[in-house]
């Protein structure tokens, strides 16, 4: 593993994670994820943002350092922008081999590093506007940047060679191999990216849309001609392609998204499904685009990302034990604590005895303010007369998004 150089100055240094963990233990990272780390150098040497010990993440940024010709005892200043422990977990570590090396963070920052690591000696709280002099012409500044998504959040900027250090913002899941830089990618690959960096942004980030919003507006006059965050690509060649996509997806928090459906569905013995068919019918005649996931077979994880991402949804799914089918239950909750607000949502089930689905679902979903159509309920398989009423909800649903 070696640094890449972004100028003469500053380097990226990257991990590649490559593992069957689930990222925050939740969501999973099959083409994995990359661990950023910059070192700025100046008379006196920064490190911007550490790593946790996984997948030799540690022994990957060692290595980057010694082909720069430094180590981890030549740090000087230890920037944090973010304390979540995939960026701060060898933090112990890293103090044991340099004790002297200042830690810089935000105040709520310093209070984490206190609580998640007993470090107190030698951590300092910087606020907005604050800045670091390296020496020989390297100056950064610091800018709050609450939840996002954490509350002691801050970028780092370093307005010489435009670069901002943005941590968990503008970030994406997927390794990046040998190469870190958005230029060093084929069109198709850059495709890939901003697939996984809206699964991330749905997964990770879609909470705090609102504060997304308010740190790039803060950001607006300054000069950014490199986007450098801590999970994925480096964006050198158009920093202002991640940062547009950003925006957009901040936006679809208050709607409107995208003219497209997400179909999210789970059947115990075929009764659901069969509605399903038939909606899907209607939607199709209509010409609408639409994602479809069937649950629990896939991850919710995609599920989030085209949910998000979409102006309506379809959800189908049976009465299960007189309430929700239990995984779709699940995905219910997921939507409410990511908050996908004002979607237009058709929701459609079979059951057995009685259609208790709808009195949970109709109380779970309360307080997303979705338009919903007129839920429709079957006993059984769905008769001719459903199929036909089932594909006029297709229709309906595929009208409204255009």
Known sequence: MYAFAISDVIYCLHADIQTTDLFEGIWPIKDGVSLNSYVVKGDKIALVDLVKDWSQAPKQIAEALTSIGIDFTSIDYLILNHIEPDHTGWLREFRA????????????????????????????????????DLGNGQTLAFIETPNVHWPETMFTWHEASGALFSCDAFGSFGALGERVFDDAFADEEIAFFEKETLRYYANIVSSFSLFVEKAIQKTRHLAVKLIAPSHGVVWRKNPQKIIDLYVKYASYAKGPAEKEIAIVWGSMYGNTKAGLDAVIRGIEAEGAPYAIHRVPDEDPSYVLADAWKSSALVIAMPTYEYAMFPPMAYIIDLFKRKRLFGK????????????????????????????NLKSYEWAGFPSEEDLVALEACGRELAQSVR
Do not use: M, Q
Request: net charge positive.
């Open 97 to 132: 081999l340099n004790p002297h090396c200042e830690i810089l963070s935000t105040d709520k920052g310093c209070k984490l590093i206190k609580s998640f690591y007993k470090i107190e000696a030698g951590v300092r709280a910087v606020k907005d506007g604050d800045t670091l």
């Open 344 to 371: 237009t949502v058709l929701r459609i089930g079979s059951f057995g005895w009685i259609g208790g689905a709808k009195k949970e679902y109709e109380a779970a979903i309360e307080p997303l303010k979705w338009n």
